[in-house]
């Protein structure tokens, strides 16, 4: 799990073009007059209103307030909203007893009482997945607000999740749309329908990690690491290796830091991290073999070939294809993998 900073100059470009579009979609799935912005591309679109939508809906989302909390709020703001959202309605909601109805399928299994209590529920998840609506936002005809505009923005270039594939966004010049990270729900979509858009669950991450690993895993944040929240969690694991003499062969392992916490134990268990990293070996032992030609001032030595022109940093992103200072991990994939092996090798400042 890799930190993402709510501070650095992209994320907060991101945030407030999230905000700015989806306020403005919002505004037209209930009829609200258009933004002030005459050039705005989606109150000049044609999305329509959306139709037969409860009263207690239409008022809720006719609050600014509540839009933007529901939209722009912090992870555990967005935990708040959702649960005051839901007790408007149904007195007696809470979320850890109420989410496995949110799952259609699970209706039918239920109580008497529970069946006539979600069928009503039924209804305003219908009406909320109208207004908040994700399949709008990355369906490929969307021309308005898209998610590779989210995407290009947060220009995150590696897996927030496990760092080891490129999520890039590239659009050609003519406005095709190429490829994106997929946006993996944080808090799943099917349990919390209305924090389907907000930006803070939605984390770039590769398609192994969201689909075939995390997929609709239900994470809280009080025992897992949240992007956007948990400072410190590239310093709660580092990784190692052993070499098994009875098999001839090496072990990739997590290890815990001197930081380490339950939270990034138990996430990391979750995103399997201990599993898909042992599968890079080669990498492992061309890191190794660098070791056996390295001296501790081979870097200095290329710098000095360069007439000291290139930083330390520069170098040694240079040699071996990632990034030295760790606020910079996200932008190569191995990086925070092959940092913590060549420092345990004795390569580093």
């Not at 207004?131 to 290009?152: E, M, P, V």
């Not at 923005?153 to 990270?181: E, F």
């Not at 939605?202 to 690993?213: A, R």
């Not at 609709?216 to 969690?233: G, K, R």
């Amino acid at each position: 799990m890799f930190y993402i900073n709510s501070t650095s100059e992209n994320i907060v470009l991101a945030k407030q073009l999230h905000l700015e579009n989806m306020r403005c979609y919002i505004n037209r799935k209930i009829g609200a007059p258009n933004c002030p912005n005459n050039q705005c591309l989606i109150c000049k679109s044609g999305i329509r209103r959306a139709n037969n939508l409860p009263k207690k809906i239409e008022e809720f989302f006719s609050d600014p307030i509540n839009v933007e909390y529901v939209i722009a709020g912090e992870p555990e703001d967005l935990l708040l909203i959702n649960e005051e959202f839901w007790k408007s309605i149904f007195p007696s909601y809470q979320y850890t007893n109420w989410k496995p109805f949110f799952d259609i399928n699970n209706i039918k299994n239920s109580s008497a009482y529970i069946s006539n209590m979600t069928s009503t529920m039924f209804i305003y998840i219908r009406a909320v997945k109208q207004i908040i609506n994700y399949d709008w936002f990355i369906d490929i005809d969307n021309k308005y607000y898209h998610a590779y505009d989210l995407s290009k923005t947060l220009a995150r270039n590696t897996c927030t999740y496990c760092n080891r594939v490129y999520t890039s966004t590239m659009i050609t010049r003519k406005g095709k749309r190429l490829m994106r990270p997929t946006f993996d729900h944080w808090f799943p979509k099917f349990q919390a329908p209305l924090l389907a858009m907000s930006f803070h669950n939605l984390i770039p991450s590769c398609s192994y990690c969201n689909s075939s690993i995390k997929g609709v895993t239900d994470l809280n944040l009080t025992e897992n690491t949240h992007p956007y929240v948990d400072t410190t969690q590239l310093n709660d694991f580092s990784f190692s290796y052993m070499y098994l003499n009875n098999l001839d062969e090496y072990r990739i392992y997590i290890k815990a830091s001197e930081f380490s916490s339950v939270k990034a134990y138990n996430t990391l268990q979750t995103l399997k991290m201990n599993e898909i990293y042992d599968t890079h070996h080669d990498e492992l032992k061309d890191l190794i073999k660098i070791k056996t030609y390295y001296s501790d001032t081979y870097i200095d030595q290329i710098r000095d070939l360069f007439g000291k022109k290139l930083s330390y940093d520069e170098v040694y992103r240079l040699l071996f294809g990632v990034e030295y200072d760790s606020q910079n991990f996200y932008k190569k994939p191995l990086s925070k993998f092959k940092h913590d092996i060549l420092s345990s090798l004795g390569i580093k400042k």
